[in-house]
C-alpha cells in the first residue's frame, strides 16, 4: 500500500488531507514542521510528500537540499499563494505538481491516482538515451542539436509528473509531437492522448465539445454528449493553440485545473476529471496576455512547466537528418528506394525555413513526387532563394513560394530590422492580393493551415479596428477583408 506524508504547520487541514488520503486506498502520516518531516521520511519513505510551503522553522522547498532524502518519493506542493516563479522553481528542484489552498478533494484524487500509477523503468530512459546517439531520434522527435539537447532534457524531467506544461514555437516546429512524448513517457502512458486545436473549433460549440452536454441542453442536443475532458479521462489532454479559446471559456479551464471537476451543459452535478493538461500556443503567451488573448491566472496556471521549442532555422544542423527521416517514410510507404544527393541536402540545410519542419516535410514530398528517378537533385527541391540581403543591413527581396503559379509571383521589399511580425503580415497580404484573396491558395502557397492564416487576418482586422478613430467608417477599417467570406 502506497504512503503518503502531509507536512502542514495547520493541524487541522493536515488531519482533513490525511482523511481524505486514507479513503485512496493510501496510508497516511502528518509533520507539521520540517524537523518533524526530515524525522518521519527517515522512519518510512513516503511515495508521495504533500509540502506546505510556509512551515515555523522554514520554508518547505528547504527539504529539496538533501536529495537523498527524496530520492524515492513524489512531492507536491501545498501553497495559498502560487505564482509562476515558485512552481517553476519547485519543479526545478524536483517537485511533481502543486496545490492551492483551499485544496480541492478532485484534484489531490487525480494527483493520489497518478502517484499510483507505475512510473516508467529506468532503462526506457536508457533506452531513449541510446537510440539518440545511433539515430538521432528521441521519441517522436529528431535531432542532436544542442537546442534539441535541452528539449529532451526537458521532456524527461516534467514527463514523470503531473505538472501542466506550456509549450511555445512558431508553427510547424512540432509542438504535438513533444506533447506525445510526454505522454509516452509519463505515468499516463496507458491512458488515452487527445490532441485538440482550439481555434478549429467554433466558439459556438467549444464548450459544449470540452465539456460535454446533456440531452435536450440546447437545440440540436438529441443525446448526452462526452467532452474532451471525460474522452481523455486517466491520460493526456493537448489543447494546441489555446490562445484562441474564447475568455468566458478560459474561466471555466482554470476552474477544472484547480478544482478537478467539471460541468456538462446543461447539467446540475459536477463531474469529476483526471486528466494531464499539455497546451501549446505559436504565439508569445507574454503578448498574448497583455493583448487579452489570454488570461494572466491561466497562464500562470498553465506555465507551471515551459517549453520553448527552437525554429528550425535555430538547428539546420538536423536538417539532413530530418529530411532522411521524411524521405526513409516516403519510400516505405511508396515502396521505393530513393536518396538525396550531397548537394541536395547541402541546399535544404542553407535554407532558412519559415515554414519550419512543416515545410521541409512537404519540400521533401514535393520532390519525392517530382523525381522520376532514384537521386533528388537541388534542382527537384521547391525553394526559393533570398537575394539582396546586406550584411551590413540593407533589404531582403522575399518571394512567395508558389509551385503551381502559371506566372512568377511578384516580390516584395522588407527592409532589414523590420520585426517579425510586421515582416509576416506583409507576406501575407502580398500573397493574399497575388492570389485574388483565394485563401486556400494563399494557404498553401505560404505553407500554413488555412485556419492559421484566418486566425492571421482576424487579429489584422481586430488591430485595424482597434487603431481606427472613432469617427471612422467601420466598413473602411474591414478593408483588408474583403473576400474573406
Not at 490525511?18 to 518510512?44: C, G, K, M, P, Y
Not at 520532390?367 to 531582403?396: K, N, Q, S, T, Y
Not at 485563401?439 to 481606427?468: H, W
Request: proline share 7%; aromatic share 6%; hydrophobic share 40%.
Amino acid at each position: 500500500m502506497n504512503h503518503a506524508l502531509i507536512v502542514d504547520d495547520d493541524r487541522d487541514s493536515a488531519t482533513m488531507m490525511a482523511a481524505l488520503v486514507a479513503t485512496e486506498n493510501f496510508t497516511a502520516s502528518t509533520a507539521h514542521t520540517l524537523r518533524d518531516a526530515r524525522r518521519s521520511i527517515a522512519a518510512r519513505q513516503p511515495d508521495l510528500i504533500l509540502l506546505d510551503l510556509q512551515l515555523p522553522d522554514g520554508n518547505g522547498m528547504d527539504l529539496f537540499e538533501d536529495q537523498t532524502l527524496l530520492a524515492h518519493s513524489q512531492v507536491v506542493l501545498i501553497t495559498g499563494h502560487a505564482s509562476l516563479d515558485s512552481s517553476i522553481q519547485a519543479l526545478r528542484l524536483g517537485a511533481a505538481d502543486y496545490l492551492v489552498k483551499p485544496v480541492s478533494p478532485g484534484h489531490l484524487n487525480t494527483i493520489l491516482a497518478n502517484v499510483s500509477r507505475p512510473p516508467p523503468p529506468p532503462a526506457e530512459f536508457e533506452a531513449l538515451r541510446g537510440e539518440l546517439q545511433r539515430s538521432g531520434r528521441f521519441g517522436q522527435l529528431w535531432g542532436r542539436s544542442a537546442p534539441m539537447q535541452a528539449i529532451y532534457h526537458q521532456i524527461s524531467r516534467v514527463a514523470g509528473s503531473s505538472a501542466t506544461v506550456l509549450i511555445t514555437g512558431e508553427s510547424g516546429t512540432g509542438k504535438e509531437l513533444v506533447a506525445r512524448s510526454v505522454h509516452d513517457l509519463s505515468r499516463r502512458r496507458g491512458g488515452p492522448f487527445l490532441a485538440i486545436n482550439c481555434g478549429a473549433i467554433s466558439p459556438q460549440l467549444i464548450e459544449s465539445e470540452m465539456f460535454g452536454h446533456e440531452k435536450g441542453s440546447f437545440t440540436g442536443a438529441e443525446r448526452q454528449h462526452q467532452g474532451f475532458f471525460e474522452r481523455a479521462h486517466g491520460g493526456t489532454l493537448f489543447l494546441d493553440e489555446i490562445t484562441e479559446m474564447p475568455l468566458e471559456l478560459q474561466v471555466k479551464l482554470l476552474r477544472v485545473l484547480e478544482t478537478g471537476s467539471f460541468m456538462r451543459v446543461g447539467a446540475s452535478q459536477l463531474q469529476e476529471t483526471d486528466i494531464r493538461l499539455i497546451a501549446a500556443t505559436n504565439r508569445s503567451p507574454e503578448e498574448a496576455v497583455a493583448r487579452n488573448r489570454l488570461r494572466e491566472d491561466l497562464y500562470y496556471r498553465l506555465a507551471v512547466f515551459p517549453v520553448a521549442l527552437p525554429p528550425l532555422r535555430d538547428r539546420l544542423e538536423d536538417v539532413p537528418l530530418l529530411a532522411g527521416h521524411f524521405l526513409a517514410g516516403l519510400n516505405a510507404a511508396e515502396g521505393a528506394s530513393k536518396r538525396f544527393a550531397p548537394a541536395a541536402l547541402t541546399r535544404l540545410a542553407a535554407w532558412h525555413w519559415p515554414g519550419n519542419v512543416r515545410e521541409l516535410r512537404n519540400a521533401v514530398h514535393r520532390a519525392f513526387v517530382m523525381e522520376p528517378g532514384e537521386v533528388i537533385g537541388p534542382d527537384d527541391l521547391p525553394l526559393r532563394r533570398l537575394a539582396g540581403a546586406a550584411a551590413d543591413g540593407g533589404e531582403v527581396a522575399v518571394a512567395p513560394p508558389v509551385p503551381d503559379a502559371p506566372d512568377a509571383p511578384p516580390a516584395i521589399t522588407i527592409p532589414v530590422g523590420t520585426s517579425m511580425e510586421d515582416a509576416e503580415r506583409q507576406l501575407i497580404f502580398a500573397t493574399l492580393k497575388h492570389y485574388h484573396n483565394q485563401k486556400e491558395r494563399t494557404a498553401a502557397a505560404l505553407g500554413v493551415s488555412l485556419k492559421t492564416l484566418y486566425n492571421r487576418l482576424k487579429d489584422y482586422a481586430s488591430e485595424a479596428d482597434q487603431a481606427a478613430p472613432a469617427d471612422t467608417d467601420p466598413r473602411a477599417a474591414s478593408a483588408p477583408r474583403r473576400g474573406e467570406s
